[in-house]
């Protein structure tokens, strides 16, 4: 397939590194050392992943069975949908470069991003098909689609780790300590932004204030 004004040795690099993440879903120690080290993996397909992923997580609130899922579109905020897949993933991504940049890692904020991206793959791949399938199961059923929703998390989680593993270059045990240090960072990055947005709205309403009470005396 040729699309005008991009060349096909990148379009066929684009394909080559979005099938790849495939592979890594099957054989994860060896594509995820690939997928950095060799540079098999590409941001446009590590992109296109995300977009997907949030796609599908649209498509889940919206095609669910009702026997699973019930909606109350008056309430659904479209953005917090989508928030609730870029605000973790990239908060997981400073977090985990930040602190493995101090205690030799490897990985690069860019690497970090794109072994993350290529990590929550099967979110996509097993949430389609559960999606159709919930409607046409019964309520005793129903149980095999948050089995299958529960398993297909998992996966993500276990890729991401042996991921960070590959990528830094650190052992079994050092890799899950930072794992979990990762989100620790997560959490102290959540509360320095709390903090400071804390900060710039009592600092905007102090000016509000301000500008209210010169105008009220003029």
């Known amino acids: 397939m040729n699309i005008p ?20 879903m099957s054989h994860p120690m060896d594509g995820y050392w690939d997928l950095t080290h ?9 992109n296109t992943i995300l977009i997907v992923t949030i796609l599908v997580r649209l498509m889940s ?5 009702f026997l699973i899922q019930v909606v109350n579109w008056e ?11 870029v605000f973790p993933l990239g908060l997981f991504v400073v977090g985990n470069w930040a602190l493995t940049t101090l ?26 098909p559960i999606v159709i ?4 199961v ?15 998390l998992v996966y993500c989680g276990l890729l991401i780790i042996v991921a960070m593993g590959q990528i830094h270059e650190y052992s079994g045990a050092k890799n899950l300590l930072f794992m979990v240090a990762s989100l620790v960072a997560m959490l102290i990055i959540i509360f320095i932004l709390m903090l400071f947005f804390s900060m710039i709205s009592q600092g905007v309403a102090y000016f ?11």
């Open 5 to 24: 004004f991009i060349k096909k040795d990148k379009l066929d690099k684009y394909w080559d590194s979005l099938k790849f993440a495939f592979y890594c």
């Open 38 to 46: 060799e540079k098999r993996g590409t941001y446009a397909a590590a």
């Open 61 to 65: 609130l919206k095609y669910t069975g």
């Open 75 to 85: 309430r659904i905020n479209i953005f917090l949908y989508i928030a609730s897949i």
């Open 103 to 128: 205690f030799d890692g490897k990985g690069r904020l860019g690497q970090v991003y794109m072994a993350t991206c290529y990590a929550i793959l099967p979110y996509s791949v097993i949430q389609v």
């Open 133 to 136: 399938l919930s409607n046409v």
């Open 138 to 152: 019964t309520v005793e059923e129903s149980q095999f689609y948050f089995t299958l929703s529960t398993i297909a």
């Open 208 to 218: 509000v204030s301000l500008g209210k009470e010169l105008l009220f005396r003029l």
